[in-house]
């Protein structure tokens, strides 16, 4: 578009001085002349005294006229009258005349240039259409867009990559294969040609397939699904060929395209109507994935996190017919990642890295390295030089819950209310058998949390039932605390509820915990790994109804067991809520400590703290 906007400037410019310049340029340069402007009686003069060679006449009444003297010859314009009295003086005088059809070479240019810059307005406006507004070189209109890295480039190895072990390990197949193509020739194996990787956003797919280049140390071509996909149907397609043929010529080498879930969704599933494009960009893929010769060494890598809507003649052998899984990472998974990225960042003694890995629970390695940049900026902005532990635990809690509002006014009552509710998860936590202990309560607001109670999550691989049962419990007893305590209960526990029903409903549906229902598979998540819930699978309206009635028995009865627990230590209830609004935080041991009736150690003085709080 740039190169086209300057041209287009250029026209514009060009044009407009042709029509305007023979009108304007004349005169003024007339007038601009040592002696003074050339008059039409000047002219005369000069035709009487012979001085005139020649006279070059257009239609617009501008002529140039030729003067020789002593001195050399001179060129003078002006305006000479529309009239035939002027020429036939000129004619008079024996000097040659020309008469041109509309003047100047500029005076015919400013008639044809609008009709130029019309066109080239067409031109510009249909080819910005087709390409989009990105596309600066008009050439390169239909070739892919890959990011290419040379081989050797590539710093990036294994070793960056944490907490997807059996994922590394099915792709070092991939790496010793491009590094020795001829030991598995020689064997007669067939390589896989694609592989895909699946896997949550920021689980490190994309890491992951740099690193296997990294690893092997030849070429690396990556583009995105979404670049393939264009408005104008033919160029996603182009675009596959064009690709591909690159790295024929480059190979051995690895191409990876990213999010292929844009490209290559299930055909003829669409809405809309109009993926005609998308239709002939992925059949394109799959000709040019079939096209590969045993020779020819290129991988295709390609990356998803919705391998359920791909479609089914991508995943067939000579395809992407190996899978691999980057889930993410367990609580070891989590530790080295998080080791990876300390690398660079002064860590003080005070940061363990194995308790904070066991407090993150469910993040995966983007959202760890996000924990440890957010960290670094609160050490920053406490002014330290090194990181510190509680900026990490801060860091941690403003992912997960957003920032701090200390300023927020809370209402003592309000206050209470939250303590109360706070105490009874934290209590129903550490009692229940199964449930995961505190790992931390307060009641200093904080997003959208007036506070909250911070589990130790470990990362179990299978939930028994009663385990889901306490976890219900556990979500549901900050309102049975509300219950007990107050006999009235607030709008405070909107996301207990949800996490709650959330449970119990997967027990119901997708984990056949449900004696009534049996063990059926009511709804299925298979292979969505953006965490959108399970698809229910069709079912008649009776077993629907069941399945409600099903959820509301396990949350009642875990919200009794909740209600029954509070009840019982009553009295340690009300203790902790004092201590806990004094210190408006509570770590797992201090709760610990005051639930089997220890004090705690008095505060260090020299820590302000907002007063007026205790009571
Ligand atoms: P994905 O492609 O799966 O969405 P990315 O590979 O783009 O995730 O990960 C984003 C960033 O998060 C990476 O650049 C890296 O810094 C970090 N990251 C993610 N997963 C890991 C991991 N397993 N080990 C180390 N770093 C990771
Ligand atoms: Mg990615
Ligand atoms: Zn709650």
Same mark, same amino acid.
């Given at each position: 578009?740039?190169?086209?906007?300057?041209?287009?400037?250029?026209?514009?410019?060009?044009?407009?001085?042709?029509?305007?310049?023979?009108?304007?340029?004349?005169?003024?340069?007339?007038?601009?002349?040592?002696?003074?402007?050339?008059?039409?009686?000047?002219?005369?003069?000069?035709?009487?005294?012979?001085? +005139?060679?020649?006279?070059?006449?257009?239609?617009?009444?501008?002529?140039?006229?030729?003067?020789?003297?002593?001195?050399?010859?001179?060129?003078?314009?002006?305006?000479?009258?529309?009239?035939?009295?002027?020429?036939?003086?000129?004619?008079?005088?024996?000097?040659?005349?020309?008469?041109?059809?509309?003047?100047?070479?500029?005076?015919?240019?400013?008639?044809?240039?609008?009709?130029?810059?019309?066109?080239?307005?067409? +031109?510009?406006?249909?080819?910005?259409?087709?390409?989009?507004?990105?596309?600066?070189?008009?050439?390169?209109?239909?070739?892919?867009?890959?990011?290419?890295?040379?081989?050797?480039?590539?710093?990036?190895?294994?070793?960056?990559?944490?907490?997807?072990?059996?994922?590394?390990?099915?792709?070092?197949?991939?790496?010793?294969?491009?590094? =020795?193509?001829?030991?598995?020739?020689?064997?007669?194996?067939?390589?896989?040609?694609? +592989?895909?990787?699946?896997?949550?956003?920021?689980?490190?797919?994309?890491?992951?397939?740099?690193?296997?280049?990294?690893?092997?140390?030849?070429?690396?071509?990556?583009?995105?699904?979404?670049?393939?996909?264009?408005?104008?149907?033919?160029?996603?397609?182009?675009?596959?060929?064009?690709?591909?043929?690159?790295?024929?010529?480059?190979?051995?080498?690895?191409?990876?395209?990213?999010?292929?879930?844009?490209?290559?969704?299930?055909?003829?599933?669409?809405?809309?109507?109009?993926?005609?494009?998308?239709? =002939?960009?992925?059949?394109?893929?799959?000709?040019?994935?079939?096209?590969?010769?045993?020779?020819?060494?290129?991988?295709?890598?390609?990356?998803?996190?919705?391998?359920?809507?791909?479609?089914?003649?991508?995943?067939?052998?000579?395809?992407?017919?190996?899978?691999?899984?980057?889930?993410?990472?367990?609580?070891?998974?989590?530790?080295?990642?998080?080791?990876?990225?300390?690398?660079?960042?002064?860590?003080?003694?005070?940061?363990?890295?194995?308790?904070?890995?066991?407090?993150?629970?469910?993040?995966?390695?983007?959202?760890?390295?996000?924990?440890?940049?957010?960290?670094?900026?609160?050490?920053?902005?406490?002014?330290?030089?090194?990181?510190?532990?509680?900026?990490?635990?801060?860091?941690?809690?403003?992912?997960?819950?957003?920032?701090?509002?200390?300023?927020?006014?809370?209402?003592?009552?309000?206050?209470?209310?939250?303590?109360?509710?706070?105490?009874?998860?934290?209590?129903?936590? =550490?009692?229940?058998?199964?449930?995961?202990?505190?790992?931390?309560?307060?009641?200093?607001?904080?997003?959208?949390?007036?506070?909250?109670?911070?589990?130790?999550?470990?990362?179990?691989?299978?939930?028994?039932?009663?385990?889901?049962?306490?976890?219900?419990?556990?979500?549901?007893?900050?309102?049975?605390?509300?219950?007990?305590?107050?006999?009235?209960?607030?709008?405070?526990?909107?996301?207990?509820?949800?996490?709650?029903?959330?449970?119990?409903?997967?027990?119901?549906?997708?984990?056949?915990?449900?004696?009534?229902?049996?063990?059926?598979?009511?709804?299925?998540?298979?292979?969505?790994?953006?965490?959108?819930?399970? =698809?229910?699978?069709?079912?008649?309206?009776?077993?629907?109804?069941?399945?409600?009635?099903?959820?509301?028995?396990?949350?009642?009865?875990?919200?009794?067991?909740?209600?029954?627990?509070?009840?019982?230590?009553?009295?340690?209830?009300?203790?902790?809520?004092?201590?806990?609004?004094?210190?408006?935080?509570?770590?797992?041991?201090?709760?610990?400590?005051?639930?089997?009736?220890?004090?705690?150690?008095?505060?260090?003085?020299?820590?302000?703290?907002?007063?007026?709080?205790?009571?």
């Amino acid at each position: 578009m740039n190169r086209a906007a300057r041209l287009l400037l250029a026209t514009l410019i060009l044009s407009l001085g042709a029509t305007l310049g023979p009108a304007l340029a004349a005169p003024t340069r007339a007038a601009v002349t040592s002696d003074g402007p050339y008059t039409t009686n000047r002219f005369f003069a000069d035709l009487e005294q012979q001085r +005139v060679t020649r006279v070059v006449l257009s239609s617009g009444g501008m002529a140039n006229v030729t003067l020789a003297d002593g001195s050399g010859t001179r060129v003078r314009t002006l305006v000479v009258p529309p009239d035939g009295a002027t020429l036939t003086r000129i004619r008079k005088a024996g000097v040659p005349l020309t008469v041109t059809g509309s003047g100047s070479t500029l005076g015919w240019l400013g008639q044809v240039l609008p009709l130029l810059l019309t066109g080239l307005i067409l +031109v510009v406006l249909w080819r910005s259409m087709r390409t989009g507004a990105s596309s600066a070189n008009p050439t390169a209109f239909g070739r892919s867009r890959a990011a290419v890295i040379a081989e050797g480039q590539i710093k990036l190895t294994f070793n960056d990559v944490a907490g997807c072990d059996e994922a590394k390990q099915d792709l070092q197949e991939v790496v010793d294969f491009l590094r =020795q193509p001829e030991r598995y020739h020689q064997l007669g194996a067939r390589i896989p040609h694609g +592989v895909l990787l699946v896997g949550p956003p920021g689980s490190g797919k994309t890491l992951l397939a740099k690193a296997v280049a990294g690893e092997a140390r030849v070429p690396y071509f990556s583009i995105s699904g979404s670049d393939f996909v264009e408005m104008f149907v033919g160029v996603g397609a182009a675009r596959v060929r064009d690709l591909f043929e690159q790295a024929r010529k480059s190979a051995p080498c690895i191409v990876f395209i990213d999010e292929i879930d844009a490209v290559g969704r299930k055909r003829g599933v669409n809405m809309q109507g109009g993926n005609d494009e998308r239709e =002939q960009t992925l059949n394109q893929l799959l000709v040019e994935m079939d096209g590969f010769s045993s020779g020819q060494e290129v991988i295709i890598l390609a990356a998803t996190n919705r391998p359920d809507v791909l479609d089914a003649a991508l995943l067939r052998p000579g395809r992407f017919d190996r899978q691999v899984v980057v889930d993410a990472p367990d609580v070891r998974g989590r530790e080295m990642i998080l080791r990876i990225h300390a690398r660079k960042k002064p860590l003080d003694a005070s940061v363990d890295l194995g308790v904070i890995a066991r407090r993150t629970a469910g993040m995966v390695g983007a959202d760890l390295e996000n924990l440890l940049n957010e960290a670094a900026l609160q050490a920053a902005r406490s002014g330290r030089t090194r990181i510190v532990g509680r900026d990490v635990e801060e860091a941690r809690d403003r992912v997960l819950m957003g920032p701090e509002r200390r300023s927020l006014v809370v209402r003592e009552a309000d206050r209470k209310v939250t303590a109360y509710h706070e105490v009874g998860h934290a209590l129903a936590a =550490q009692l229940l058998p199964h449930a995961n202990r505190v790992a931390k309560l307060t009641v200093v607001p904080r997003g959208r949390a007036a506070g909250y109670m911070m589990p130790d999550a470990d990362d179990r691989l299978h939930v028994t039932r009663p385990a889901l049962e306490d976890m219900i419990a556990v979500a549901l007893a900050g309102r049975a605390a509300e219950q007990v305590v107050f006999g009235e209960i607030t709008t405070g526990a909107q996301n207990d509820f949800q996490q709650a029903t959330s449970i119990a409903r997967r027990m119901v549906t997708e984990w056949g915990m449900s004696d009534r229902i049996g063990k059926v598979a009511l709804a299925s998540d298979q292979g969505n790994f953006l965490g959108g819930g399970p =698809q229910m699978l069709p079912m008649s309206e009776g077993t629907a109804s069941q399945i409600d009635s099903e959820v509301k028995d396990l949350i009642d009865t875990a919200y009794t067991r909740a209600v029954h627990l509070i009840g019982e230590h009553l009295h340690r209830v009300h203790e902790i809520v004092t201590v806990l609004l004094t210190r408006e935080t509570l770590s797992g041991e201090e709760f610990t400590a005051l639930l089997d009736g220890q004090t705690l150690d008095p505060l260090p003085p020299a820590v302000p703290r907002p007063s007026g709080l205790a009571g």
